[in-house]
T-cell receptor, first 115, second 110 residues
Framework: GAVVSQHPSRVICKSGTSVKIECRSL??????MFWYRQFPKQSLMLMAT?????????EQGVEKDKFLINHASLTLSTLTVTSAHPEDSSFYIC???????????FGPGTRLTVT | AQSVTQPDIHITVSEGASLELRCNYS??????LFWYVQSPGQGLQLLLK??????LVQGIKGFEAEFKRSQSSFNLRKPSVHWSDAAEYFC????????FGAGTRLTVKP
């Protein structure tokens, strides 16, 4: 079946630095990808919808200048956390539907820790 | 390692009929369990969650789920399905590193 990968799986960075997380669809093309974050003991929160070749759509309350999303190709979307702070520490998951939107595939997640 | 299994890839029910979507999990401790629904082209929407306490959890849109530790299950139920319930449903487990089942697609017949 289709697979979505994320890289890195874990990253630790210092406060004030930027971190890029990649989400790849490995054997299908994804014109849309979703980015979520999960705080400990909480459900997922949708951050933004990434659209290939156009600007991402951010959910209310998500800072688009802080969480930069780029969907430059049909198999890759990136989330860059800029000027990271400890409160950005979280588990970030991407997902991608296949072309006819009939199936949704989730990445394994990225654990970000900001020290 | 935690994991989730949704045995049914696709389920078809008639409008007005009852629904049960199965979910089995593997988790070392008391699990944090979730059910999400996703319509085509949309992000996930949380239906309900279980962290502790009463094992029968009520959610939005008339859904409920029951946590059964002995069976490692967290099945989603609805007594009477509406056409608008047609969507894909995901079971998930995880306190802070969420893992998803493969999803169950629900089709509702008129």
């Amino acid at each position: 079946g289709a697979v979505v990968s994320q890289h890195p799986s874990r990253v630790i960075c210092k406060s004030g630095t930027s971190v890029k997380i990649e989400c790849r669809s490995l054997d299908f093309q994804a014109t849309t990808m979703f980015w979520y974050r999960q705080f400990p003991k909480q459900s997922l929160m949708l951050m933004a919808t990434s659209n290939e070749g156009s600007k991402a759509t951010y959910e209310q309350g998500v800072e688009k200048d802080k969480f930069l999303i780029n969907h430059a190709s049909l198999t890759l979307s990136t989330l860059t956390v800029t000027s990271a702070h400890p409160e950005d520490s979280s588990f970030y998951i991407c997902s991608a539907p296949d072309r006819d939107l009939s199936e949704q595939y989730f990445g394994p997640g990225t654990r970000l820790t900001v020290t | 390692a935690q994991s989730v299994t949704q045995p049914d890839i696709h389920i078809t029910v008639s409008e007005g009929a009852s629904l049960e979507l199965r979910c089995n999990y593997s988790y070392g401790a008391t699990p944090y369990l979730f059910w999400y629904v996703q319509s085509p082209g949309q992000g996930l929407q949380l239906l309900l969650k279980y962290f502790s306490g009463d094992t029968l959890v009520q959610g939005i849109k008339g859904f409920e789920a029951e946590f059964k530790r002995s069976q490692s299950s967290f099945n989603l139920r609805k007594p009477s399905v509406h056409w608008s319930d047609a969507a894909e449903y995901f079971c998930a487990v995880g306190e802070d590193d969420m893992r998803f089942g493969a999803g169950t697609r629900l089709t509702v017949k008129p």
